[in-house]
């Protein structure tokens, strides 16, 4: 089994800044890519940014230059650095990984439970 622990939520005043840190553990091959993604009340679930194992990243229009995606491969950890925070940005933050259990199987999404980023305005 796969387990990812998100951790570093919380409330932010606008302007502020937060970090998300997201660690996978259990039965792990290889990851590629990691992310994260969020949903506000009432929306879909949309893609924040993803890292490679190698380094690249994506990122929504959105966020482009207000939060960097950075991974520790060594730890299957993941992290979001989010800066100059907007009342638009609260949401409920999910990491996501795409997993290979072993060298022959397949990657399989595995999510972690969400944590909650609200910026007051």
């Known amino acids: 089994q796969v387990q990812l622990v998100e951790s570093g939520g919380g409330l932010v005043q606008a302007g502020g800044s937060l970090r998300l840190s997201c660690a996978a553990s259990?039965?792990?091959?290889?990851?590629?890519?990691m992310g994260w993604y969020r949903q506000a009340p009432g929306e879909q679930r949309e893609l924040v940014a993803t890292i490679t194992s190698g380094g690249t990243t994506t990122y929504a229009d959105s966020v482009k230059g207000r939060f960097t995606i950075d991974r520790d491969n060594a730890k299957n950890t993941v992290y979001l650095q989010m800066s100059t925070l907007k009342p638009e940005d609260t949401a409920v933050y999910y990491c996501?990984?795409?997993?290979?259990?072993?060298?022959?199987?397949?990657?399989?999404?595995?999510w972690g439970q969400g944590t909650q980023v609200t910026v007051s305005s």
């Open positions: 259990g039965s792990i091959f290889s990851i590629n890519p």
């Open positions: 996501n990984a795409e997993v290979r259990r072993s060298y022959w199987g397949s990657y399989s999404p595995y």
